[in-house]
């Protein structure tokens, strides 16, 4: 989810600068809303499930093209599935950009043995290559790039209006999303405990912690015995009301996982927690390199690019080498910045 999120800057510059051209934009369905209210960006919305085989890409091209004529087709991902779709267009002489992954120097930057970590491409700038090559050169415009919709904003205001949470008043409302796709980038749950103990001491805060209808009883966990302290339901509100309720954090805290990325593309100040992953490989929270990291250096990271695998120390050292007063000591930094 966080790599089809993080299409919505270049989309936004594109259609700015080429204000004639008309993008036909095929992802999952419920991510429509990361490209709302972008100029002459028709996001064809489709259920995957539904495509599954060489039959079922099959299926899914013939619809697509009924969409058509095409003058050009962008492979963003890079899939089996892309390329296949991308091949049969290409034998109707309609030419195809297909994404550079870099896979070659991701494999580098995670054996075990000879590691070369030099910092690649972001995968923004990776997607920006592809309307290049396609004729479509364009410049990073500054953020926000994700538009929030009427809905997601509605759907915010109901979830506070039910904690009784209509105003902000002085308080900071801090995002903490202590989970990823996989467990190889989580930070333990005892340390998200602490973080979220010393952050209400700390600051005059509201905490919201952002979890899917599995994570529930960790959550519950961190939450247990504090006040100022909410559980943001994925399954409940659904993407619409995540998106429309980060929208209304001051600061958003997560491991290398969509929830830092979609923050940062709504330009809100986040720290995203990296252990197994670097952000070196192309993932670093969009426009917050630097600032927006906590990490520790050892000679064994990264030892996965998207949280698979296994730790080559088996001790996680990574991430328990973090100390939650990092996180506190980072937050305060971010927000003296920000009353500059």
């Not at 989810?1 to 936004?12: E, F, I, K, N, Q």
């Not at 510059?13 to 080429?18: D, L």
């Not at 599954?52 to 091209?61: E, F, P, S, T």
């Not at 330009?267 to 670093?284: L, R």
């Amino acid at each position: 989810m966080g790599d089809v999120a993080l299409l919505s800057p270049a989309l936004v510059a594109v259609a700015a600068k080429y204000p004639s051209i008309q993008i036909n934009l095929v992802t999952r369905g419920n991510y429509s809303p990361f490209f709302f209210n972008i100029p002459n960006v028709h996001v064809i919305g489709v259920n995957i499930r539904k495509y599954k085989g060489i039959l079922g890409i099959w299926k899914l091209y013939k619809e697509i093209d009924k969409l058509g004529p095409f003058d050009k087709v962008l492979d963003m991902h890079g899939s089996i599935r892309s390329r296949i779709i991308s091949f049969i267009y290409k034998l109707k002489k309609i030419p195809i950009y297909t994404i550079n992954k870099g896979r070659k120097e991701k494999e580098a930057q995670i054996r075990k043995k000879n590691k070369d970590l030099k910092k690649l491409k972001h995968t923004v700038e990776r997607y920006f290559d592809v309307f290049s090559k396609a004729g479509f050169s364009a410049l990073p415009r500054k953020g926000p790039w994700i538009n929030v919709d009427p809905d997601s904003k509605i759907y915010a205001s109901e979830y506070f209006k039910s904690l009784g949470l209509q105003r902000k008043g002085d308080s900071l409302w801090i995002g903490f999303a202590p989970f990823a796709g996989h467990p190889l980038k989580e930070w333990p749950l005892y340390k998200g405990i602490i973080l979220v103990q010393n952050i209400l001491k700390e600051f005059n805060a509201k905490l919201f912690l952002f979890g899917s209808i599995e994570e529930q009883e960790k959550l519950k966990k961190i939450q247990q015995g504090l006040d100022d302290c909410y559980i943001v339901s994925g399954g409940k509100v659904g993407l619409r009301g995540e998106l429309g309720i980060m929208d209304r954090m001051d600061l958003m805290i997560g491991m290398d996982s969509s929830n830092v990325h979609i923050a940062a593309l709504l330009g809100k100040p986040v720290i995203g927690i990296y252990g197994t992953t670097h952000p070196y490989s192309g993932f670093a929270p969009y426009m917050q390199e630097e600032i927006g990291v906590v990490q520790v250096d050892l000679p064994c990271r990264p030892c996965t690019i998207y949280g698979n695998g296994t730790c080559f120390r088996k001790d996680f050292a990574c991430m328990e080498l973090i100390d939650p007063m990092d996180i506190i000591k980072r937050m305060k930094e971010i927000l003296k910045n920000l009353q500059k």
